[in-house]
């Protein structure tokens, strides 16, 4: 059975890299602020790389991420605390019991939304892809 979330062990340490994957493409390297979109799989999900992934607000700001997904097709998009690992949301369904989380999605793009920020919401969130291997992007937000 396929594992459809990030361990800790995959999770490795906090870099400027992002990782995008699939079967047909199997890339690692920095990206500039120029560089867009992912080099599409021939067939399968990738993401469109947005210009930053750090997300900064003051306590009790709503902040929010913003995953686009091209050729999704059957496969799910989740988000994921990097703290816990704790499943916030699988497709449209958010599994928090926080209130203030919510996920939106309309056309490609996923947003992950946390209401009335506080500090504890400071950290890494990542929104995934269950394919296989799993492709994933990782956002940071930090409260002031």
């Known amino acids: 059975m396929s594992q459809p979330f990030l361990t800790h ?3 490795g340490p906090p870099s400027s890299e992002i990782t995008i994957s699939s079967t047909s493409l ?4 920095s990206l500039t602020a ?3 979109i992912a080099e599409p799989a021939a067939d399968g999900p990738y993401f469109v790389v947005p210009r930053t992934t750090d997300v900064t607000v003051r306590t009790g700001q709503a902040a929010s991420f913003t995953c686009i997904v091209k050729q999704l097709g059957d496969k799910q998009v989740s988000w994921i605390r990097g703290r816990d690992l704790h499943v916030l949301s699988s497709g ?7 209130s203030r ?3 939106a999605h309309v056309n490609d793009a996923w947003t992950l939304n946390i209401l009335y920020t506080q500090p504890r919401d400071a950290g890494r969130y990542s929104c995934q892809v269950n394919t296989q291997p799993r492709i994933a992007t990782w956002y940071n937000l930090t409260v002031i």
Do not use: G, H, T
């Open 9 to 11: 062990e995959d999770m």
């Open 26 to 29: 199997n890339r690692k390297r």
């Open 34 to 36: 120029e560089e867009r």
């Open 92 to 98: 449209q369904i958010a599994f928090s019991s926080d």
């Open 101 to 103: 989380v919510s996920v």
